[in-house]
Nanobody
Framework: QVQVVESGGGWVQAGGSLRLSCTTS????????IGWFRQAPGMPREGVAC????????YYSESVKGRFTISKDNAKNTVYLQMNNAKSEDTADYYC???????????????????????WGQGTLVTVSS
């Protein structure tokens, strides 16, 4: 059974750090690109970060570039999102998802990932207090 489970969310003060985890099972992590997206109340989904299959390249939204880092540990079947220098606008539900795409992303990675993702979890809430 394919599962994607997010954890690690919580409350953090502006400027602080938080690490989210995405634990996967039922599939081989190396066969999929894995990404994080978030959704704040009343807002559309926003791609945050992604790590590709083909070359391990990482992609980030402009809003988090330089502050967030995506990484994965194949031995633990887990993908992480390290959030540093958190801002109030980072407050949202964070989701981890997989995409079967094996080629590198070109142009707007989030658009491609969004239409390719086929499994995501229940999300974990991050609240950044200013």
């Amino acid at each position: 059974q394919v599962q994607v489970v997010e954890s690690g969310g919580g409350w953090v003060q502006a400027g602080g750090s938080l690490r989210l985890s995405c634990t996967t099972s039922g599939f081989t992590l190396d066969d999929y690109a894995i990404g994080w997206f978030r959704q704040a109340p009343g807002m559309p989904r926003e791609g945050v970060a992604c790590i590709s299959v083909s070359d391990g390249r990482t992609y980030y939204s402009e809003s988090v570039k330089g502050r967030f880092t995506i990484s994965k540990d194949n031995a633990k079947n887990t993908v992480y999102l390290q959030m540093n220098n958190a801002k109030s606008e980072d407050t949202a539900d964070y989701y981890c998802a997989r995409d079967r795409r094996t080629r590198p992303y070109v142009g707007n990675w989030w658009t491609t990932f969004y239409y390719g993702m086929d499994k995501w979890g229940q999300g974990t809430l991050v609240t950044v207090s200013s």
